[in-house]
């Protein structure tokens, strides 16, 4: 039970934005929202995370809907270095990172 | 490079041997995990540690063994695996272990069991 929902495949074009959607209608109030990417032969890499509000690093920014029962990781201009299987993971406290399937981002030249 | 590294990055190994995987992390971070990742399916987190207490076992079999002898080191011994277990083997760490902290993967172990 990964506990949120992704789509299977994303495609997009490079140099535009790209926006990933998530759904955890189960979330508690202590959940936070990680995401995490990976590429092809590589461990999973940390794009962001944040609990209520919205957040932005310099990789991505995370946009957290005010029912806290979905999010959007927003790539502001994706590259091909950008394609990789993106996973939302919902996390709470003692415990570790429930993967899903992730959805796999199609960077198009 | 995420201040995570894990030792061998390959291995093969026989169903009667005894192996043992590192990893180990420069980041001060106090909380180590190991996840297996097979082909086509999910990472599956197998073991938490928290300052060198294991905090989470994720009805892993016998045949796995971790061990975190300190906050920097963290061990996988293998013995007598079965071809099935053959993975990605990844290690993370992070902060505390808890959600706000955010996890850092080392490259994995590819193991192969013949």
């Known amino acids: 039970d990964a506990k949120t929902t992704q789509p299977n495949s994303m495609e997009s074009n490079e140099e535009e934005p790209v926006h990933l959607p998530c759904n955890h209608s189960t979330i508690s109030g202590t959940d936070y929202i990680h995401w995490y990417r990976q590429l092809p032969s590589q461990g999973p890499e940390y794009v962001i995370h944040?609990?209520?509000s919205n957040v932005n690093n310099r990789m991505a920014s995370l946009a957290i809907a005010e029912d806290r029962k979905s999010s959007t990781l927003i790539l502001h201009r994706a590259t091909l270095r950008d394609a990789a299987v993106y996973y939302c993971?919902?996390?709470?406290?003692?415990?570790?990172?429930?993967f899903g399937k992730g959805t796999h981002l199609i960077i198009q030249p | 490079e995420t201040g995570v590294t894990q030792t061998p990055r390959h291995l093969v190994m026989g169903m009667t041997n005894k192996k043992s995987l590192k990893c180990e992390q420069h980041l001060g971070h106090n909380a180590m995990y190991w996840y297996k990742q097979s082909a086509k399916k999910p990472l599956e987190l197998m073991f938490v540690?928290?300052?060198?207490?294991?905090?989470e076992n994720n009805s892993v079999p016998s045949r796995f063994s971790p061990e975190c002898p300190n906050s920097s080191h963290l061990f996988l011994h293998l013995h007598t695996l079965q071809p099935e277990d053959s993975a990605l083997y990844l290690c993370?760490?992070?902060?505390?272990?808890?959600?706000?902290?955010?996890?850092?993967f080392g490259p994995g172990t590819r193991l192969t069991v013949t």
């Open positions: 993971i919902k996390r709470g406290g003692a415990d570790g990172l429930t």
């Open positions: 993370a760490s992070s902060q505390g272990w808890r959600g706000v902290y955010e996890q850092y």
């Open positions: 540690y928290s300052l060198e207490e294991r905090v």
């Open positions: 944040g609990l209520t």
